[in-house]
Every structure is written in structure tokens, then in C-alpha cells.
């Protein structure tokens, strides 16, 4: 970009900026007319919204809006796809302490091991095997442990096993449920087809699931052979997952959510 292009670019954005803050204020102008003869909440609020820092940090922003639009959108963007990400992995979290309870006795006594690729001679606390697996959910008994197919089953608890495997799934699904029409409607602003961004982002979602739960196959025995508690696996789990997973969604996101093909300053 030359010299010249940047400066005109410069001086439309400094002439958008003062065409926004010309209708800002007549808009505050009228509200604090009407507001004049009133007393509450909705004119307490109103004076609290004036006060410098909050203008100072809405002129700032306003301003680098006009003048770098295309930074701008993604610094928005980045925001409530971190957000929204976040609120959802909270969520996920929150389904996983509980929902594995709710399975029954019977599947957290159900191994869930797959390809189950030995780890060499490492074992876990009670001389159990531990494994590669993308998915990785062993029995676990009432002390944490993980213990064999074929071992005491009578203190299985829930939380391990194909219940434990089910909860999380169910977790997540249902927190890319939430997910969807957020980061669609809000962070990207998409007006396409919502049933064909719907598809792609279930094929993204199993694609980047099988990938995540790779990952969780090599950190889950590793972890175990450490003897780390259930509680700290569990939210080590969702945010490994989670982490990952927000990654590549982001650019996911990019390719199926196409913004508006009209983008106006709010």
C-alpha cells in the first residue's frame, strides 16, 4: 500500500469516526433530555455509562473500528469466540462432575478401551497395563484406581468406564449445541445457509473429537501412572480437549461461518 493510499484511508476513517460521534451525540443528548425529570435505575445507569473511562475506552475503540475495520472485526471476533469457547468448556465441565452418575453401576463397570496399543512395561498403581487408546476409559474403583477387565468389579464407582466415556460425550455435544448459534449469529455475524454450516461443523466436530481424544489417549495413561486423582483427570481432560479443540474451531469457524456480505460500524 503506498503513501497516498494509506493516508486517504486514514482521513476516511477520521471522517467516519466524526460522523459517528456527531449521531452519538445527539442520540445522548436526547436520552439525558428524557431522563431529566426522571429517577431510577435507568438514569443512575446512564451516568455511569458518561463517566470518562467508559467514553474514552468507546471513542478508542470506535475510532480504531473506522481506521482499521478488517483488525478491528477480528480483535471482536477473537473476543467472543473466547468467550463464548470458554463459557461452553464451563458447561462441559460442570456435565461431566455430575452426569457420570447418572449412567448406573453397570457401564462404569464396562471398559471402554480402544485400539488399546500397550504402553510398554508401564502399569498403573495396582499392576494394571496401561494403554494408547483413542478412547480411553478403564474401570475405575472407589479409590481412583484403575483396575483390570477381569479384577474386583465390586467397588466399581460411576465415573469410569463406557458411563464415563457416554457423560462426555453428551458434554460436549451438548456444548457445541450451545456453541453453534453463538459463534454463528454473534462472533461471525453469518447469514449462510445454517442447515449446511450445521453439517460441517458436526463433521468438524467428530473429526477434531476423534483428533483431541488422541491426545487425551497419550496424556490419560501418563497421568494415571503418576497417580493423579480423578477430580484433577476430569478437568485436566476438558481443558486438553477443550484447549485444542477451541484452536481449530477458530479457523473452522472462518471457512463455514462467511460474514455478511454488508458489515456496518454498530
Given amino acids: 500500500m503506498?503513501?497516498?493510499?494509506?493516508t486517504r484511508?486514514?482521513?476516511?476513517?477520521?471522517?467516519?469516526f466524526a460522523k459517528f460521534?456527531?449521531?452519538?451525540?445527539?442520540?445522548?443528548?436526547?436520552?439525558?433530555?428524557?431522563?431529566?425529570?426522571k429517577n431510577g435505575w435507568q438514569k443512575f445507569w446512564f451516568r455511569v455509562s458518561q463517566w470518562r473511562f467508559f467514553q474514552w475506552f468507546r471513542r478508542s475503540w470506535l475510532k480504531f473500528k473506522c481506521l482499521h475495520p478488517k483488525g478491528a472485526g477480528l480483535l471482536q471476533q477473537i473476543f467472543y469466540f473466547l468467550v463464548f469457547s470458554n463459557?461452553?468448556?464451563?458447561?462441559?465441565?460442570?456435565?461431566?462432575?455430575?452426569?457420570?452418575?447418572l449412567m448406573g453401576i453397570k457401564l462404569a463397570q464396562t471398559p471402554f478401551v480402544?485400539?488399546?496399543?500397550?504402553?510398554?512395561?508401564?502399569?498403573?498403581?495396582?499392576?494394571?497395563?496401561?494403554f494408547f487408546a483413542i478412547?480411553?476409559?478403564?474401570?475405575?474403583?472407589?479409590?481412583?484406581?484403575?483396575?483390570?477387565?477381569n479384577g474386583d468389579l465390586s467397588q466399581g464407582v460411576i465415573g469410569g468406564g463406557l458411563g464415563n466415556f457416554l457423560a462426555f460425550e453428551i458434554a460436549v455435544f451438548t456444548a457445541q449445541c450451545i456453541n453453534f448459534p453463538l459463534q454463528r449469529n454473534i462472533t461471525f455475524k453469518s447469514d449462510g445457509n445454517p442447515y449446511f454450516q450445521?453439517?460441517?461443523?458436526?463433521?468438524?466436530?467428530v473429526g477434531v473429537s476423534i483428533f483431541v481424544n488422541a491426545v487425551w489417549g497419550i496424556a490419560n495413561p501418563i497421568m494415571t501412572f503418576w497417580g493423579w486423582a480423578p477430580a484433577l483427570k476430569n478437568l485436566l481432560k476438558t481443558f486438553i480437549t477443550g484447549g485444542i479443540s477451541m484452536i481449530?474451531?477458530?479457523?473452522?469457524?472462518?471457512?463455514?461461518?462467511?460474514?455478511?456480505?454488508?458489515?456496518?460500524?454498530n
Avoid: C
Fill in 2 to 6: 503506498t503513501k497516498e493510499e494509506k
Fill in 9 to 16: 484511508r486514514a482521513k476516511e476513517g477520521l471522517e467516519l
Fill in 21 to 37: 460521534e456527531e449521531k452519538h451525540t445527539e442520540k445522548i443528548n436526547a436520552k439525558r433530555e428524557k431522563l431529566s425529570q
Fill in 87 to 101: 463459557g461452553v468448556t464451563i458447561w462441559q465441565y460442570l456435565v461431566m462432575t455430575f452426569l457420570p452418575y
Fill in 114 to 130: 480402544w485400539p488399546a496399543i500397550p504402553l510398554g512395561n508401564w502399569i498403573d498403581g495396582n499392576g494394571n497395563q496401561l
Fill in 135 to 149: 478412547f480411553n476409559e478403564p474401570v475405575i474403583d472407589s479409590l481412583g484406581n484403575q483396575i483390570a477387565s
Fill in 198 to 205: 450445521a453439517m460441517w461443523y458436526f463433521i468438524g466436530w
Fill in 248 to 265: 481449530i474451531f477458530f479457523f473452522i469457524f472462518k471457512i463455514i461461518f462467511p460474514p455478511k456480505k454488508e458489515k456496518q460500524i
